[in-house]
């Protein structure tokens, strides 16, 4: 296959000749489930220099994906069934219009209208390649094999209803994104923008690009602001927090495909002289000192979002425990006051709490072993974490605790390192490092 690194979907207009021997090649390749295809092309001349196809215009830096003319050899099954998905599309872009004979009949009832229709293949054209046949062709076809046709009546006829049903149905909610259809959305996000200007700027670019997508992704997991449960992507306490400040600070445009949009029209405005590339970068200098700005003076406390109440009393003087942006604290035992000063950080280390897991925390007075920690020096950790009674401070306090390992600690016990190998020189006082 060609560069795959691409989402240009068009070829260079010199490319003819060796679409044509692309073709020959596969012709002659023995492929049974192919070669009688791009040999059917090739008789009928189906190659040819159409624009929709061939457009310099529409080729970025590499152009659509298609076979080499080297036959291929030696693929694993997963190979073969890619190589095939590429070949097929590649071969039936040549191909003639698929043609079905299309039926549709009003049947009147009591001054009620309703529509049949009826849809049957005459002509496969592209479709053949994907193993279509017209209706007339398909031998030993069962009872709708042939397409959906309508039992013939003549105009004006009465016919008798043998039955009438009623569905009582429910529409369902968007299934959660898997992996696929995520990146499916993100190829894609364009067709949700309603600026007509921004929705044809968009057109075939989405957001990232055929080499980042799937990185994007792996990045959102690694930093936990979602995770993967069976095929399906979920997200985090995290992300809804990260939201939950986009929204308040009054920068949600972040967070929407309409920013991707404005900017890639107004690069294509650039590309066409339309627009300075001066004046392109004042208005993102501006853009960024506004957001920043507003970074600079927002208050954590007042940060407006859809917060939970824990049903677990304070545990300090059984006052109602709130979420707010960056804390569960006690708001009084009405709810609505300053309450007795308790509170613990939604984010110990980097890693957010679930809603779940704070009430667990309140409820039990620990939580874990929690993965997905970070000490200060980014090194990720797993720890239970536990809420104790402070004599000092008279109140609750959130603390890690890291089980046998840190009683291991405080007991003191020397370790013997006679015979071990030095890693080298402490640089604070020139000892000896070893590993424990």
Request: with cysteine; glycine share 8%.
């Amino acid at each position: 296959l060609t560069y795959p690194r691409t989402d240009s979907r068009a070829l260079p207009e010199d490319y003819l000749p060796t679409v044509k021997q692309t073709f020959e090649m596969l012709a002659d390749s023995g492929m049974k489930h192919l070669a009688p295809h791009a040999l059917t092309a090739l008789n009928n001349n189906y190659i040819r220099p159409t624009k929709r196809i061939f457009d310099n215009s529409k080729v970025s830096d590499h152009f659509a994906i298609i076979p080499t003319l080297q036959a291929p050899s030696g693929l694993s099954e997963a190979e073969q069934k890619l190589y095939d998905l590429v070949v097929r599309r590649f071969m039936a872009v040549f191909f003639p219009s698929a043609e079905f004979m299309v039926t549709t009949r009003i049947t009147s009832v009591v001054n009620q209208h309703f529509k049949s229709e009826g849809k049957v293949l005459v002509k496969p054209g592209w479709m053949a390649v994907y193993g279509k046949e017209a209706a007339e062709d398909v031998a030993d076809a069962k009872e709708g094999d042939k397409g959906q046709n309508l039992v013939p009546v003549r105009e004006g006829e009465t016919v008798r209803t043998e039955s009438v049903e009623t569905k009582a149905l429910k529409t369902k909610p968007p299934a959660r994104y898997s992996e696929a259809t995520l990146l499916g959305a993100m190829e894609g996000a364009g067709k949700l923008v309603d600026d007509d200007e921004l929705r044809e700027a968009m057109q075939e670019k989405g957001l990232g690009t055929p080499a980042t997508r799937a990185a994007i992704i792996e990045g959102l997991l690694t930093e936990k602001y979602m995770f993967r449960e069976g095929r399906e992507i979920i997200p985090t306490a995290k992300a809804f927090q990260l939201m939950t400040l986009l929204r308040g600070l009054g920068v949600e445009e972040l967070s929407k495909a309409e920013l991707t949009g404005e900017w890639e029209y107004k690069l294509s405005q650039m590309e066409h002289g339309q627009l300075s590339r001066a004046a392109f970068m004042a208005e993102i200098a501006a853009m960024t000192e506004r957001m920043v700005k507003k970074a600079k003076e927002y208050d954590r406390d007042t940060i407006p979002g859809n917060y939970a109440t824990l049903t677990t009393p304070c545990p300090n003087c059984g006052g109602v425990v709130k979420e707010n942006y960056r804390r569960y604290a006690c708001t009084g035992a009405d709810g609505n006051s300053e309450g007795c000063g308790f509170s613990f950080g939604k984010s110990p280390a980097g890693r957010t709490f679930e809603p779940e897991e704070a009430e667990t925390l309140l409820r039990d007075k620990k939580i874990g072993p929690l993965e997905g920690f970070r000490s200060k020096a980014g090194w990720p950790f797993v720890a239970e974490i536990v809420i104790k009674f402070n004599e000092e401070d008279k109140n609750w306090k959130l603390e890690f605790d890291f089980g046998d390992d840190k009683k291991g600690e405080e007991t003191g016990e020397l370790v013997d390192f006679t015979g071990a190998e030095s890693l080298g020189a402490c640089p604070k006082c020139g000892g000896a490092v070893f590993e424990h």
